[in-house]
């Protein structure tokens, strides 16, 4: 009996991955269909591609990734680990084959889909509560997904992401974010390398401050990659379009007024869509167009022109960190012992002596408010009169934390804030906060902080 529920389930699961589904002639899937070269990436920052006709009723709004590698077409559901690949053409479109045999799904949303030697890669992405920092890999041999260990799990997602042309490292963007299951806040933009091969990933770099006030001003913003000038085009909704080279970490400002007018500079709401790289043309469709008609235009490094900045600030060596350790050490021991007891005491005097940013040297009563934390209650009222919210940036910038470590960061706002409130609770016998925490409308994982003109109108008085 337990043989013959064995068979039936199996002939279930190859009728279900042997299933058909009819892609509809179209000028972007035949194009693709038959390009002879592969494509390293087709991005799709605004339009949901409803290519394929699912059965299942839960999936119909889920966006289609298209993946073109030297093995044939895919088509990958968002968000789930469903693989369809091209088998076949006919009269009426092109027949693509479900792959694998999954039916999860949920874990892996604005994940970054990309191949390297005819392997397809699934990194990051979010679900269940989670913004996840997974590399998966789809397994032919057994038509499921299989993860694959990293030196470090970093969360990510699709926001930007680059593969070079020799398919060795991917190079993707580190966003804010915050875990709601705990309080962990990540607050900074870090270029990432992953070493596919090796599976390493190396934090290479925070983004420069002129791009970095760029993706604070405008989270959502669109890039196409370019493999034949090993960068990435990336669009700003604020109207700033860059080529960004991640290898040699230069940035180039578009000038071509013609590509500008052609895919950034339409004002009736018409977006670029699965845009890609061939043969130095960019190819792309528009978000107002069901047909997926193709339109392209040549691309070259006359278009641009280079910035005086670069695209990441490094981080420093490691390995010069630890030399510069070991030196310093034998220099201290050389120094001798007298020298050592008394940098010894000059260090217990400063460490004792030097207070911490967020805690004031002297207080009058227990619920005064000292002048640190006026100036950041005056800047966040100034601030909630004109409509503004204040941001974990903002904060950061009045109390001088800057420099100091997001750990550090976190902990003296923190301490900070609730201090505040509690003063205010106690001096104003009231229930409710002075500085109230709202969620971003733009990204639900984000806050934003205000202070309300009712308690604005207290504070004055």
């Known amino acids: 009996m337990r043989i013959m529920i064995s068979l039936f389930l199996g002939l279930i699961t190859l009728s279900t991955c042997a299933q058909n589904f009819e892609v509809r002639h179209n000028e972007l899937v035949d194009f693709v269909y038959q390009s002879k070269e592969a494509i390293s990436s087709i991005t799709n920052s605004f339009n949901r591609n409803i290519l394929i006709t699912l059965d299942n009723k839960h999936l119909t709004t889920y966006n289609q990734i298209i993946l073109k590698t030297k093995s044939g077409l895919y088509i990958l559901i968002e968000g789930t680990g469903h693989i369809y690949k091209a088998v076949g053409i006919d009269k009426k479109g092109i027949i693509f084959n479900r792959q694998d045999s999954t039916y999860i799904f949920g874990f892996n949303a604005s994940c970054i889909f990309f191949s390297s030697k005819d392997t397809i890669y699934s990194l990051g992405g979010g679900g269940f509560w989670e913004k996840n920092g997974q590399l998966r890999y789809y397994s032919e041999l057994n038509n499921e997904w299989q993860i694959r260990k990293l030196n470090k799990k970093i969360s990510t997602d699709n926001t930007h992401y680059y593969k070079d042309p020799k398919e060795k490292f991917l190079y993707y963007l580190q966003t804010p974010y915050q875990d709601p299951g705990s309080n962990y806040e990540f607050d900074k933009y870090i270029l990432t390398k992953l070493n596919i091969e090796k599976r390493e990933n190396i934090e290479i770099g925070e983004i420069s401050k002129p791009l970095k006030k760029l993706l604070s001003a405008d989270y959502a913003s669109n890039f196409i990659n370019i493999p034949s000038l090993n960068a990435s085009l990336i669009n700003f909704k604020s109207g700033h379009h860059y080529l960004v080279n991640y290898e040699k970490n230069e940035v180039f400002r578009l000038v071509n007024t013609k590509i500008m007018d052609e895919i950034f500079g339409s004002s009736t709401g018409v977006n670029i869509n699965n845009t890609f790289e061939l043969n ?150 009231l229930s409710i906060d002075l500085i109230e925490r709202i969620r971003s409308e733009e990204d639900r994982r984000y806050y934003k902080y205000m202070i309300s003109g009712e308690n604005s109108r207290l504070i004055k008085n």
């Open 280 to 429: 130095k043309r960019i190819y792309y469709t528009k978000s107002n167009d069901s047909s997926y008609k193709l339109y392209s235009f040549p691309i070259s490094m006359k278009d641009f022109v280079k910035e005086p900045y670069p695209l990441y600030e490094p981080f420093e060596d490691e390995s010069k960190k630890t030399y510069f350790y070991i030196g310093g050490l034998c220099m201290l021991l050389i120094g001798g012992s007298v020298f050592y007891v008394k940098k010894r005491k000059q260090k217990t005097i400063s460490t004792n002596s030097k207070p911490s940013l967020a805690v004031p040297k002297k207080e009058d009563n227990g619920i005064d408010f000292n002048p640190l934390e006026l100036e950041l209650i005056t800047k966040m009222i100034e601030q909630s009169a004109r409509g503004n919210h204040f941001s974990v940036e903002d904060i950061n910038t009045s109390l001088g934390l800057n420099r100091k470590t997001l750990e550090i960061q976190k902990k003296i706002r923190t301490e900070t804030i609730n201090r505040i409130n509690h003063k205010f609770k106690i001096k104003y016998n």
